[in-house]
């Protein structure tokens, strides 16, 4: 059974599925094409098979450097911040994190996880030379979706000396 006659039947029988399509920047690079591209042929798709339901366009690995092209063609963004990993983040960001973490010291148990977690101030420096850019980036980037999304009038002015030069 293909994928289209699989949604047409799940929906026959009362499941609510969604159809996603999804494009990366890397492939509308490789081929050409342009996210306002995928979301013609999603529309030409449920149109041609009479589908009723929604239907969605996921922009996906996008970061703030292919954001932009995405915004108006897509319903959800796949947020990709590998580059960013092990990035320094600026030492004020850095010191908000480890002072807001302080109350999750300790032993950290979770329902289902038989040996609880030990969370210590070196594993959350770690965590933030790791990782804290990275979540500094994609926070960035749905906070500029939004403000695209929701008020596209007013501008989305970031502040450079948080994230540094990679806005």
């Known amino acids: 059974m293909r994928s289209t006659e699989s949604f047409l039947a799940a929906r026959e029988q009362g ?11 890397r492939e509308h690079s490789l081929i050409g094409s342009d996210p306002r ?11 041609s098979l009479g589908w ?20 108006e063609a897509s319903d959800f963004y796949t947020i990709d911040v590998a580059d960013d990993v092990g990035k320094p983040s600026p030492p004020q960001i850095t010191e908000q994190f480890l002072t807001g973490v302080q109350p999750y010291l300790g032993s950290l148990s979770m329902p289902g996880i038989s040996v609880p977690f030990a969370i210590t101030n070196e594993l959350a420096k770690a965590v933030a030379d790791k990782f804290l850019f990275a979540i500094c980036s994609a926070a960035y980037l749905v906070a500029f979706a939004l403000n695209y999304i929701f008020a596209p009038n007013f501008a989305f002015i970031g502040d450079q000396n948080q994230l540094g030069s990679r806005q």
């Open 37 to 47: 591209d995928v979301r013609a042929e999603a529309r030409d798709a449920t149109e």
């Open 52 to 71: 009723k339901g929604p239907y969605f366009v996921d922009a996906d690995h996008i970061n703030l450097k292919t954001v932009d092209r995405f915004i």
């Open 15 to 25: 499941i609510d599925v969604y159809p996603v399509w999804n494009k990366s920047n």
